[in-house]
């Protein structure tokens, strides 16, 4: 896969911000990248916020039912956030929902599973969680979970749970991010996480690697469409609260430049040529967060997809 080098690093390093710098060597990960980030909240409903640091963004739902998380950022920040959690609330953390199994969304599980929450996830992300995963973007292999740190529950399609008054439903997203992805939407909350499926501020990140693919990511999208509604607050992996509208924008930027694309292989071109033709040009104002994925990167992540197809 060809990447700008400096994106060897950009992944762990992302939304860190500071000079102290830590190699992670323990049974956890071995990413690295800053510990000091400070986390911070914003609150969605009454009873609901997002986290916000040095992982993915982590959803916090309180009730009388106690507390249910969907993600949980870095295992380094995870005593942070359960120092933080306690300053919100005394109720004990009984559900984590992990979107996918990538380092920077699951790295809390073994704290968490340790003092006694029960962790829920496709069937996929404990397969890849419970052994050892060459993650090509970073070049580095993550080493497998202990046995707290695993999903106890697992399911193939959707399922459906009722905790803190709330039904709470986690759909199965096609092989869009990798081949684990959820949503995971809170419907009396109008309220929903979809990972990193999507984001409006920077460009995608397909793991080809673990199952990501494009026409996985445009499912996902349609799939998240057609769950949500112009008021659901949409929690992404890595970027502000958003809504219906610009899930619907990224899903046709990704149908739009996946037909550029496709077209200029079927016509014959390179890899550099289609680069040099900047299909994403239109776009690149919108999604302007290369911190990430650059343009060119995007294109050739589309562009290995749709090869990976003949």
Do not use: C
């Not at 990960?29 to 916020?49: G, K």
């Not at 599980?109 to 996830?121: D, H, K, P, T, Y």
């Not at 040009?281 to 990167?297: E, G, L, N, V």
């Amino acid at each position: 896969m060809i990447y700008d080098t400096k994106l060897l690093t950009a992944y762990s390093l992302l939304l860190v911000v500071g000079s102290f710098i830590l190699l992670i060597s323990s049974s956890n990960f071995p990413i690295t990248f800053a510990t000091h980030l400070e986390l911070n909240t914003t609150r969605l409903t009454e009873n609901m916020y997002v986290i916000h640091g040095s992982g993915g963004n982590v959803i916090l739902s309180i009730g009388n039912d106690g507390i249910i998380l969907v993600d949980d950022q870095y295992a380094p920040v995870t005593e942070k956030m359960m120092s933080l959690i306690a300053n919100i609330t005394n109720k004990p953390i009984k559900f984590v929902i992990n979107t996918h199994w990538h380092p920077d969304h699951v790295g809390g599980n073994e704290r968490l599973g340790e003092a006694g929450a029960v962790i829920v996830s496709h069937e996929n992300v404990r397969k890849r969680l419970n052994q050892d995963q060459f993650f090509e973007m970073i070049n580095q292999t993550i080493p497998a979970l202990s046995k707290k740190g695993l999903p106890i529950i697992t399911f193939s399609d959707n399922m459906t749970f009722y905790q803190n008054n709330d039904e709470i439903r986690i759909s199965y997203l096609d092989n869009g991010h990798t081949d684990g992805d959820s949503a995971v939407y809170f419907t009396q909350n109008n309220v929903i996480h979809v990972g990193d499926d999507f984001s409006d501020e920077a460009y995608p990140f397909m793991d080809l690697s673990t199952g990501g693919s494009i026409d996985g990511l445009i499912s996902s999208l349609k799939s998240i469409i057609s769950i949500i509604n112009n008021d659901t607050k949409v929690v992404a992996g890595h970027s502000g609260i958003s809504n219906q509208t610009k899930v619907k924008d990224y899903a046709n930027m990704l149908i739009d430049v996946r037909s550029l694309i496709s077209s200029m292989i079927k016509e014959g071109k390179s890899l550099d040529e289609i680069i040099q033709s900047k299909p994403t040009a239109q776009y690149d104002t919108t999604y302007r967060d290369y911190s990430f994925i650059k343009p060119k990167d995007f294109v050739t992540n589309i562009y290995e997809s749709l090869k990976s197809r003949q």
